[in-house]
């Protein structure tokens, strides 16, 4: 079976911070993605990446940064935590561009 | 611009009778699409999947239909059980396209009543 695993399953955060979210797979998949889930807005992708060192913008990626230095890990960067970053965060990878696998999210909270 | 509609929030359906959730989409280049299921402080998981050549896949108590001149799928659940109690996603993905990820919508909460 494919595991993603998101180092933190809650985290509480103070403005200003800045905080890192981590993500592994285990499936040697060479796309991995970042998503944010809000209610009543669905999932957002913020990054993606296609390989090592590489990166490219979602549909929201302000105020967030990404690393890929590994195959297997893919980081969400927030610089600067604001209120309005508190979310679900969900990693997912995939192999073929179909089927995405995902984590099972981060619940932060920005105070 | 939403790509990938799901114009129902919730849906509540009886515990044994068929759910059926909507989804539609704009962009003509989609060509594979996808339903998750998401339980609260979960990550979604894969439910079940359709290409654009087939206009109907089953497996289990799931199937999707598509219709691609509507630009319209759709998922059942017969029968709907307690278990299904969740949201659900539908996302679509373009032909080599696969790394640009998948496009969700906004989901359906589907509510399932004894």
């Known amino acids: 079976d494919v595991k993603v695993t998101q180092s933190s399953r809650y985290l509480v955060k103070r403005t200003g911070e800045k905080v890192f979210l981590e993500c592994v797979q285990d499936?040697?998949?060479?796309?991995m993605f970042w998503y944010r889930q809000d209610p009543g807005l669905g999932l957002r992708l913020i990054y993606f990446?296609?390989?090592?060192?590489?990166?490219e913008k979602g549909d929201i990626p302000e105020g967030y940064s990404v690393s890929r230095e590994k195959k297997e890990r893919f980081s969400l960067i927030l610089e600067s935590a604001s209120t309005n970053q508190t979310s679900m965060y969900l990693c997912a990878s995939s192999s073929n561009g179909r089927e995405a696998f995902f984590g099972q999210g981060t619940r932060l909270t920005v105070v | 611009d939403q790509q990938v509609k799901q114009n129902s929030p919730s849906l509540s359906v009886q515990e044994g009778r068929i759910s059926i959730l909507n989804c539609d989409y704009t962009n003509s280049m989609f060509d594979y699409f996808l339903w998750y299921k998401k339980y609260p402080a979960e990550g979604p998981t894969f439910l079940i999947s359709i290409s654009s050549i087939k206009d109907k896949n089953e497996d289990g108590r799931f199937t999707v239909f598509l219709n691609k001149s509507a630009k319209h799928l759709s998922l059942h659940i017969v029968p709907s059980q307690p278990g299904d109690s969740a949201v659900y996603f539908c996302a679509a993905s373009v032909q080599g396209g696969g790394a640009d990820g998948l496009t969700f919508g906004k989901g359906t909460h589907l509510i399932i009543q004894p």
């Open positions: 990446s296609y390989d090592v060192k590489m990166k």
């Open positions: 499936m040697d998949h060479e796309n």
